[in-house]
């Protein structure tokens, strides 16, 4: 157990709408990394935030956007949704930017 | 942008044999990243390298980082079914190294057969 928890598990959803997939961090770890990882892409970095504001942008959407909240959970907001938005979305954290603590992910079905 | 080749794509080997992945950068790698995952799971952080010639390890697991040739090895010793799944590079892109910023290989999936 890495102590990173992600919720749901699963999410079976339609074309069109909006999810939130939600990650609490190890405690003490300030920064939260998100990540998408598909067959067709493989794992991708999405974003960063550290205590509370963006670090770092990767490969992220428009229709994607996240936030960290002052008890530093991170939700990742994705609209919009597209077939191709199926994948397994991973949330890490880490202390000091050298290890991490990746959670077990949210698998995103999109019908 | 940084592009990673990991090699060999898949690797089947018996218990207790050795074996080495490799992981080569298009680009200077500034900080090199291992990782493990197990089919539908979280992956696993196995350690960082950022200095050339570096080398750690992690239990039977060992990472080495030759900078001129902008790769990286990851070598197992005596394998055990429990070390398979699949092992992922990342590297940064630029200098500020973080390991959170990778960009990934395709990853090379490791069977141990008993």
């Known amino acids: 157990d890495s102590g990173v928890t992600q919720t749901p598990k699963h999410l079976i959803t339609a074309t069109g709408q909006r999810v939130t997939l939600r990650c609490s961090p190890r405690?003490?770890?300030?920064?939260v990394y998100w990540y998408q990882q598909s067959l067709d892409q493989g794992l991708q970095f999405l974003i960063q935030?550290?205590?509370?504001?963006?670090?770092a942008k990767g490969n992220i959407l428009e229709r994607f956007s996240a936030q960290q909240f002052p008890d530093l959970h991170s939700e990742l907001n994705l609209s919009s949704l597209e077939l191709g938005d199926s994948a397994l979305y991973f949330c890490?954290?880490?202390?000091?930017?050298?290890?991490?603590?990746f959670g077990p992910g949210t698998r995103l079905t999109v019908l | 942008s940084q592009e990673l080749e990991q090699s060999p794509q898949s690797l089947i080997v018996q218990e207790g044999k050795n074996l080495t992945i490799n992981c080569t950068s298009s680009?200077?790698?500034?900080?090199l990243y291992w990782y493990k995952q197990k089919y539908g799971e979280g992956l696993i952080f196995l350690m960082m390298?950022?200095?050339?010639?570096e080398e750690k390890s992690h239990e039977k697991i060992t990472a080495k980082l030759d900078e001129k040739k902008q790769q990286s090895s990851l070598h197992i010793t005596a394998s055990q079914p429990s070390h398979a799944g699949i092992y992922l590079c990342?590297?940064?892109?630029?200098?500020?190294?973080?390991?959170?910023?990778?960009?990934f290989g395709d990853g090379t999936t490791l069977t141990v057969k008993p």
């Open positions: 990342g590297a940064d892109s630029g200098s500020d190294t973080n390991a959170g910023k990778s960009t």
């Open positions: 405690s003490g770890d300030l920064s």
């Open positions: 390298l950022q200095k050339g010639g």
């Open positions: 890490a954290s880490s202390r000091s930017g050298d290890t991490q603590y």
């Open positions: 680009k200077t790698l500034y900080g």
């Open positions: 935030y550290y205590n509370g504001e963006e670090r």
